[in-house]
């Protein structure tokens, strides 16, 4: 078994979020004050180190009620991200590793299962992983999959919040995000940046609490780019991705 480090409000600036290192990016101080608030609702970011003790894959998932992502689920352990980085330390079970802390854990706690939503998208797991680790794809809502494993046959099933009639509600140019991933903050100041350049009026929404990601207009929930009722873009993207949107869009006018 690999090492693992637990990631804490009292060593995450030591340790750092697996995807983000950088302490003088704009997004690690957001992401880290986002983690220390969320940690007491049971978050929790563990890390695995390969045979170098180089980091190697995370995990971060917290108690279904507060997850931060468009579902319903009642007693299970939410994954909200999981990654295996960089290529060299893929197939060698860290994710594997991971995964059975947390459903080591949720039995721990008497929680039903865990559940996970993936997609093909880069911003995302893939569902290979899960399958392979007996979850079960229960709901497909476009690219996005929800699986569970249920620790407790009888419990009921999560569900998908219906984020499209959360999204016919934004009109004109709308920017929603949360900090819950660390590339977010960056990537809605150069958004904010670019539409003024543009002569683009952007309202620009931070997601507060789990209850309004839950509720968010998009199925990944934590950054979402809308135009008059429209998914544009569900993960954060570049400048230079929304100056070629607004070109696109604003001629189609």
Not at 13 to 23: A, E, L
Not at 51 to 73: G, L, Q, V
Request: aromatic share 12%.
């Amino acid at each position: 078994m690999p090492s693992i480090i637990n990631i804490t409000p009292d060593n995450i600036s030591r340790y750092g979020m697996f995807c983000m290192k950088n302490i003088k990016n704009p997004g690690f101080p957001a992401k880290q004050k986002w983690f220390n608030e969320q940690y007491k609702s049971g978050l929790r970011f563990k890390m695995a180190l390969n045979e170098n003790e180089e980091t190697a894959a995370f995990i971060e998932y917290i108690p279904s009620e507060y997850a931060w992502r468009p579902i319903k689920a009642s007693s299970y352990i939410f994954i909200h991200c999981m990654m295996t980085y960089p290529k060299k330390n893929q197939g060698k079970g860290y994710a594997t590793s991971l995964l059975n802390i947390c459903e080591f854990e949720a039995k721990e706690q008497g929680k039903s299962g865990l559940v996970v939503i993936t997609s093909e998208g880069t911003w995302l797991a893939g569902k290979e992983l899960f399958l392979n680790s007996d979850f079960s794809e229960i709901e497909v809502r476009g690219r996005y999959n929800l699986l569970v494993k249920k620790l407790k046959p009888e419990a009921p099933n999560p569900e998908f919040v219906d984020w499209m009639k959360e999204t016919e509600k934004y009109k004109g140019w709308n920017l929603i995000f949360a900090n819950q991933c660390p590339y977010h903050k960056k990537a809605t100041e150069d958004l904010v940046q670019t539409a003024k350049e543009s002569g683009i009026e952007l309202k620009v929404t931070e997601l507060k609490n789990h209850i309004e990601a839950q509720h968010a207009p998009s199925g990944f929930g934590v950054f979402s780019l809308i135009y008059n009722g429209k998914i544009l873009e569900d993960h954060y993207i570049s400048a230079t991705r929304f100056k070629n949107i607004l070109k696109k869009e604003l001629k189609s006018v």
